[in-house]
């Protein structure tokens, strides 16, 4: 619905940026399009919402013809309507013609992008596409795990036997199959287990806070290595450059229809992006874009506290329902 408004409204701008002599004139026509295009823009929209699944069911070209005819009989008979409550000549047919064939050329194009973008994000290519964000994450993870052991070895043989233990067990769950979504249980047992390696690894310089709403669906399906990136962020470039103990907060409720995950660790010096954290941010963002669309997202902020300390802030939101893939 967002690209939809988006995309007919820009159609309109270049529109009557073509049909004026300048810049505030276009803007005036602009305003005299958009008084014409939002009502029949969001009277479609409804319409589609209530016709969709009879659409979907259609054959394609069916529906795609459906949805131009719909678009265009709309707007001549609002173009009617329009002229008959301002007491104005409508131009007659061939104005409602035009009005008309305008509106389906403005379906046609909003129905050819979604075309192209479909073929774009094809199962196909979103498949290889996950396999390969996976497939960046799973090596950085191990790497930095096989760290945590090594620093244990000589120090304290007794806490690197339950760390490699520990570490057994997550690489099984490397070993799965990154493509499919599991159960959020699975994801935070996970969180779990790598948060107790690296428990063994700092001691007493990491404290981990959860915070889990009683009415929290554990089994929503939500992406494999969402979380698990986030904490180790959280741990190399949050609490270890501390020197000084330091707690990681973790919270999950449900807000109407979505998650909130929220996750909040100290870092060092200013309130800026953690260096090295980029990676793992910018993955994750790009699997949930490919997952849910827009229909979830990322956002960290750095805060510089009153008593002199910092804090990194990330929070994601994911959508309470089935996912489409």
């Keep these: 619905m967002l690209r939809i408004l988006l995309g ?13 002599q300048g810049v505030q004139d276009s803007l005036q026509h602009f305003i005299d399009m958009a008084a014409w295009v939002q009502p029949l823009l969001l009277f479609n929209l ?21 949805v131009l005819l719909l678009a265009a009989a709309s707007a001549i008979v609002l173009s009617a309507l329009w002229s008959h409550l301002i007491f104005a000549d409508a131009g007659g047919g061939q104005a409602l013609l035009r009005a008309g064939l305008l509106a389906a050329l403005a379906a046609g194009f909003m129905l050819a992008y979604f075309a192209l973008r479909a073929g774009a994000l094809s199962p196909a290519l979103v498949e290889a596409r996950l396999q390969a964000l996976s497939a960046r994450i799973r090596p950085h993870f191990l790497f930095n795990s096989l760290n945590a052991v090594l620093s244990l070895i000589r120090a304290d043989p007794r806490r690197a036997e339950a760390a490699l233990e520990e570490l057994a067990d997550l690489f099984r769950v490397l070993m799965r199959d990154h493509r499919e979504l599991v159960p959020l249980a699975d994801e935070l047992a996970l969180c779990r287990q790598y948060l107790a390696l690296e428990k063994l690894r700092l001691a007493e310089r990491l404290h981990v806070e959860w915070d889990i709403a009683p009415n929290l669906p554990l089994d929503l399906k939500v992406p494999p290595l969402m979380v698990q990136p986030l904490l180790e962020n959280a741990v190399y470039h949050g609490i270890e450059p501390l020197g000084d103990p330091g707690t990681i907060r973790i919270r999950l409720v449900r807000r109407a229809d979505a998650l909130q995950l929220d996750i909040v660790n ?60």
């Design 8 to 20: 007919v409204n820009l159609l309109a701008l270049a529109a009557a940026l073509v049909k004026s």
């Design 46 to 66: 409804a319409l589609l919402a209530v016709l969709g699944n009879s659409l979907q069911r259609a054959p394609t070209w069916i529906g795609r013809t459906l």
């Design 266 to 325: 100290p870092c060092a010096g200013g309130a800026e992006k953690p260096r090295g954290s980029h990676m793992a941010l910018d993955n994750i963002r790009e699997r949930l874009a490919l997952y849910y669309d827009l229909e979830a997202r990322l956002e960290t902020n750095a805060v510089a506290l009153g008593d002199g300390r910092h804090q990194y802030r990330v929070r994601i939101l994911l959508p309470c329902r089935a996912q489409r893939r």
